[in-house]
């Protein structure tokens, strides 16, 4: 439905801006006269079709606001070939094959030769990609169409099964840098590309692979071409080199030490962990403390065993006061992942509120169990029918426990005679420090939660950024708030939540984007 609305609404208000701006559409030279083509607004927007459409006018083309009868080439962004026929058939057109459907990559191409290029292949939307790479394993081509794939990773399955490490881990590298120089836009542009190539089902070998992808700049490109050629990229390589980019990556490992800390460290001419350490006057947070005090056991992974292990510990804990508690991993491990930094827990129990003392008194029996290293607890900042938060990266409202759990570690058998060695066994560290994140959630928020949870991080971003720009929603760990209707949709379930965004529902596993 919305398809078929959208551009109609998008007409009306088009009109009107034509009438107070002319020479939009009527002003320039038609040097083309050959083909007549028509952009399609669905998954590109008023601001960006607007902008392409006059691109094109000042070049000579000839272009056509409405889908009239001397349409020749249709032109979509980030829309399947079935996607396309689909938003056609509802437009009445009578003989749908007398148009050319083309991806936007051949529009791109003519702007870049001033002049109409051939619609190969390449850039023809059809049922099947006609261009699978080389090294496509056969079995996954039907499956991958270039110009199918969203620009959203909220649409992508992404699994664990990277076919393009090369590329994502230099991509991921370039990120930080951007990340820790606080340059968000250049920090996301790699963060989306990596998730991209995450999420194709074949290595990439050439620069052909990628034509039709989504968020793929010119920065990211170079990078590609770099690897493809050289098997390595320079500019990565030399990111790794940076004495700035080294200094921020030692000092951020440290638990409770982010960007900002490290730009103050960096400034008062810090360079390694040890100077810092060895700076006596130097400031710490409690936090910052115990990251240095168990700085070996929280930079090791934990592993998959030890994630299971806390989660006994913590359901055990938790159900000792509720025994109607759920208690729901969540993060990497939820999505599959063998490793992570921290262990990610969910809880919540049925009843109209949450039990504010619940996790004092689960911190607190573990402090007299002495299996609490650290605890840091945030209090519940929810209100009541507040509107989602629109930023996407920002913190939630839950109450929660950043901690550091001591989790003991079966020690590898001894030999039986080995009682003479009493002594040097009970020098021995028989436990790792594990970084613990707890979450309280009120039950009816609980999906909501677990959602944002679970991530990925980009997955999350995503959600967020498709509710907001395709379906006039905003959506947060606590919500989704639909602002056309000015109502809030509850949800019982992720599976709910997806169907109210619209989407396909995509399962933890695949939301490794
Ligand atoms: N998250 C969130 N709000 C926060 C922090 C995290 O919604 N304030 C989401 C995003 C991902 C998920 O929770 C888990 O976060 P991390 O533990 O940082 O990521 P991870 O995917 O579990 O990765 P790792 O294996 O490194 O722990
Ligand atoms: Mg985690």
Redesign the pocket.
Same mark, same amino acid.
């Given at each position: 439905m919305d398809r078929i609305r959208a551009p109609a609404v998008f007409s009306q208000r088009k009109r009107k801006k034509e009438m107070h701006s002319p020479n939009l559409s009527c002003n320039y030279e038609i040097k083309f006269n050959k083909l007549v083509i028509f952009i399609m607004q669905r998954k590109m927007g008023v601001t960006r079709r607007t902008f392409l459409m006059d691109l094109a006018r000042r070049k000579g083309f000839r272009v056509e606001t409405e889908l009239s009868d001397s349409v020749t080439h249709i032109v979509a962004e980030n829309s399947s070939y079935l996607e396309v026929l689909d938003w056609l058939r509802g437009q009445a057109v009578g003989d749908i094959s007398r148009f050319e459907l083309l991806d936007i990559s051949w529009f791109t191409a003519c702007m870049e030769a001033g002049r109409p290029v051939d619609s190969e292949m390449k850039y023809r939307l059809m049922e099947r990609d006609g261009s699978p790479s080389l090294n496509t394993p056969e079995s996954e081509v039907p499956s991958f169409i270039a110009s199918n794939v969203s620009q959203y990773s909220c649409q992508r399955k992404t699994t664990l099964n990277n076919h393009n490490k090369k590329f994502t881990d230099a991509f991921e590298i370039m990120a930080e840098n951007y990340e820790f120089k606080e340059n968000e836009v250049f920090c996301l542009e790699f963060l989306r590309a990596a998730s991209v190539l995450k999420f194709l089902p074949f290595p990439v070998t050439r620069m052909k692979d990628i034509q039709g992808l989504p968020c793929m700049g010119v920065q990211v490109r170079d990078l590609i071409e770099e690897i493809i050629e050289d098997g390595e990229s320079s500019r990565a390589r030399d990111v790794l080199n940076d004495e700035r980019y080294k200094s921020f990556k030692q000092f951020t490992s440290v638990f409770g030490v982010g960007v900002k800390t490290s730009e103050k460290w960096y400034r008062m001419g810090l360079r390694t962990l040890e100077e810092v350490k060895a700076l006596k006057t130097l400031k710490l947070s409690k936090m910052q403390k115990a990251g240095f005090l168990y700085y070996e056991d929280l930079v090791s992974c934990v592993s998959k065993a030890e994630a299971d292990a806390v989660s006994l510990i913590v359901k055990k804990a938790v159900c000792t006061f509720r025994p109607d508690a759920l208690v729901t991993i969540? $993060? $990497?491990f939820r999505r599959g992942?063998k490793i $992570?930094?921290?262990i990610?827990f969910l809880i919540t129990s049925p009843g109209p509120r949450e039990d504010a003392e619940l996790l004092h008194k689960v911190v607190d029996l573990w402090k007299k169990q002495g299996l609490l290293l650290y605890c840091d607890i945030i209090e519940s900042t929810f209100v009541k029918e507040q509107l989602p938060s629109r930023q996407v990266d920002a913190? !939630?409202n839950f109450q929660k426990c950043f901690a550091i759990l001591k989790l003991y570690q079966p020690r590898a058998e001894n030999n039986s005679d080995n009682t003479s060695k009493n002594f040097d066994v009970a020098e021995v560290k028989d436990w790792k420090a594990i970084r613990v !994140?707890l979450v309280i959630t009120p039950f009816e928020q609980y999906a909501y939660a677990l959602v #944002?949870?679970? #991530?990925?991080?980009q997955f $999350?971003r995503d959600l967020r950024r498709y509710a907001t720009h395709e379906k006039k929603m905003i959506l947060d760990?606590h919500a989704l708030y639909d602002r056309r209707k000015k109502v809030f949709l509850k949800a019982g379930s992720e599976e709910e939540i997806f169907a109210h965004l619209g989407l396909d529902y995509v399962e933890p596993w695949e939301r490794n984007a």
């Amino acid at each position: 439905m919305d398809r078929i609305r959208a551009p109609a609404v998008f007409s009306q208000r088009k009109r009107k801006k034509e009438m107070h701006s002319p020479n939009l559409s009527c002003n320039y030279e038609i040097k083309f006269n050959k083909l007549v083509i028509f952009i399609m607004q669905r998954k590109m927007g008023v601001t960006r079709r607007t902008f392409l459409m006059d691109l094109a006018r000042r070049k000579g083309f000839r272009v056509e606001t409405e889908l009239s009868d001397s349409v020749t080439h249709i032109v979509a962004e980030n829309s399947s070939y079935l996607e396309v026929l689909d938003w056609l058939r509802g437009q009445a057109v009578g003989d749908i094959s007398r148009f050319e459907l083309l991806d936007i990559s051949w529009f791109t191409a003519c702007m870049e030769a001033g002049r109409p290029v051939d619609s190969e292949m390449k850039y023809r939307l059809m049922e099947r990609d006609g261009s699978p790479s080389l090294n496509t394993p056969e079995s996954e081509v039907p499956s991958f169409i270039a110009s199918n794939v969203s620009q959203y990773s909220c649409q992508r399955k992404t699994t664990l099964n990277n076919h393009n490490k090369k590329f994502t881990d230099a991509f991921e590298i370039m990120a930080e840098n951007y990340e820790f120089k606080e340059n968000e836009v250049f920090c996301l542009e790699f963060l989306r590309a990596a998730s991209v190539l995450k999420f194709l089902p074949f290595p990439v070998t050439r620069m052909k692979d990628i034509q039709g992808l989504p968020c793929m700049g010119v920065q990211v490109r170079d990078l590609i071409e770099e690897i493809i050629e050289d098997g390595e990229s320079s500019r990565a390589r030399d990111v790794l080199n940076d004495e700035r980019y080294k200094s921020f990556k030692q000092f951020t490992s440290v638990f409770g030490v982010g960007v900002k800390t490290s730009e103050k460290w960096y400034r008062m001419g810090l360079r390694t962990l040890e100077e810092v350490k060895a700076l006596k006057t130097l400031k710490l947070s409690k936090m910052q403390k115990a990251g240095f005090l168990y700085y070996e056991d929280l930079v090791s992974c934990v592993s998959k065993a030890e994630a299971d292990a806390v989660s006994l510990i913590v359901k055990k804990a938790v159900c000792t006061f509720r025994p109607d508690a759920l208690v729901t991993i969540t $993060g $990497g491990f939820r999505r599959g992942k063998k490793i $992570g930094h921290d262990i990610d827990f969910l809880i919540t129990s049925p009843g109209p509120r949450e039990d504010a003392e619940l996790l004092h008194k689960v911190v607190d029996l573990w402090k007299k169990q002495g299996l609490l290293l650290y605890c840091d607890i945030i209090e519940s900042t929810f209100v009541k029918e507040q509107l989602p938060s629109r930023q996407v990266d920002a913190m !939630d409202n839950f109450q929660k426990c950043f901690a550091i759990l001591k989790l003991y570690q079966p020690r590898a058998e001894n030999n039986s005679d080995n009682t003479s060695k009493n002594f040097d066994v009970a020098e021995v560290k028989d436990w790792k420090a594990i970084r613990v !994140d707890l979450v309280i959630t009120p039950f009816e928020q609980y999906a909501y939660a677990l959602v #944002g949870w679970t #991530g990925s991080r980009q997955f $999350g971003r995503d959600l967020r950024r498709y509710a907001t720009h395709e379906k006039k929603m905003i959506l947060d760990n606590h919500a989704l708030y639909d602002r056309r209707k000015k109502v809030f949709l509850k949800a019982g379930s992720e599976e709910e939540i997806f169907a109210h965004l619209g989407l396909d529902y995509v399962e933890p596993w695949e939301r490794n984007a």
